[in-house]
């Protein structure tokens, strides 16, 4: 493996809300597009599903486009030291894939295939790649290798230039019906606390549901979400609110409310059926176009978190807006 930095620790699990994706990759193992973009929430378990589809095409033996798990090809994967593998991620406590991490793909690319069939790539996360890094790979995408196999993983496919989405074939994740969701929680061998809730503020993503509760990031949440609603009712002050957000942690609280109010946006635009019971009731008590201005707000405080501008002043102007977009109904 040529990758420096990436890790393929990863649960050999196949998760049941992949089924229909597996069942139809597995017919296509052997002709799989050349760059594949998997892409969806996070806590749906994309990056398991890469690696694991990354060892099926390094397999000498894959089952039904199951990886044996036993071969020389697995266990090179397994530990880490597959010559037709290389895996692109942050190194330590970068923020981006930098250029020269792409760039020394073409090298690694430019050989034929050592044992395997293929040369597989995954790069994760993807929206990480700088624009430099992006426009290297970007040559890769238009002329690849062949017996090359890109595998990108990214939660936010709007962060990649639309020229590297439009060259890749989508594998689009969804989280998976309620009960689903559930019912896997369920099996977990440290079943969580209240998973319905969970679940609820993961936006039924069933991972993120299960880290959540291991973090007790759900009782923030749980926090946030009323704190939220008695804001809305004239029961808060925005001010006061501010002020305990800030203790929570200004980077969660508004990390939580983007995606609170993404959710309220999918909400409007599915029309009806939101997954979960406090959005459905939430759902028609704001204007959509009042919604993609407040998430727009949200998004750039986020983006400036670290820069000059005082947190408790970010938290502020973003609660009073919250209660002002109420009263605009
Ligand atoms: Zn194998």
Redesign the pocket.
Same mark, same amino acid.
Not at 59 to 62: I, V
Not at 67 to 71: D, E, H, L, Q, R
């Given at each position: 493996m040529t990758g420096n930095n990436f890790s393929t620790i990863y649960s050999t699990e196949r998760y049941p809300w992949h089924a229909a994706l597996w069942s139809a990759l597995e017919r296509q193992l052997d002709r799989l597009p050349h760059a594949l973009l998997l892409r969806g929430r996070p806590g749906l378990g994309k990056h398991a599903f890469a690696v694991q589809l990354a060892?099926a095409l390094l =397999?000498?033996?894959?089952q039904s486009g199951v990886?044996?798990?036993? =071969?020389h090809?697995?266990m090179l994967f397994i530990v880490g030291n597959h010559p037709d593998f290389s895996g692109i991620g942050l190194i330590e406590d970068a923020k981006i894939i930098a250029i020269d991490q792409i760039r020394a793909l073409s090298d690694f690319l430019s050989l034929r295939p050592h044992t395997a069939r293929h040369k597989v790539v995954l790069i994760s996360p993807a929206e990480a790649m700088n624009l430099n890094a992006a426009n290297s790979l970007l040559k890769l995408l238009e002329e690849p290798p062949l017996g090359s196999i890109l595998l990108l993983v990214t939660n936010h496919p709007a962060r990649l230039p639309a020229t590297v989405r439009s060259r890749c074939s989508h594998l689009l994740f969804r989280s998976p019906a309620r009960a689903v969701g559930l019912a896997w929680l369920q099996t977990r061998a440290a079943v969580p606390d209240q998973p319905e809730n969970l679940l609820e503020i993961a936006g039924g993503a069933p991972l993120l549901a299960e880290s959540l509760g291991q973090e007790g990031i759900a009782e923030k949440h749980i926090k946030l979400y009323q704190d939220l609603d008695a804001l809305g009712r004239g029961r808060d002050e925005p001010v006061a609110c501010a002020a305990r957000w800030k203790g929570l942690g200004t980077r969660l609280c508004l990390g939580w409310l983007y995606g609170f109010v993404a959710d309220l946006i999918k909400g409007h635009l599915a029309g009806q059926q939101a997954a979960v019971t406090h959005l459905s009731e939430q759902k028609n008590k704001y204007k959509i176009s009042e919604l993609y201005g407040f998430i727009d707000i949200i998004h750039e405080y986020y983006r400036q978190l670290g820069s000059t501008l005082d947190e408790l002043l970010i938290l502020e102007d973003i609660l009073i807006r919250w209660t002002r977009l109420r009263r605009l109904q």
């Open positions: 060892q =397999c000498d033996q894959p990886a044996c798990g036993t =071969c090809g697995c």
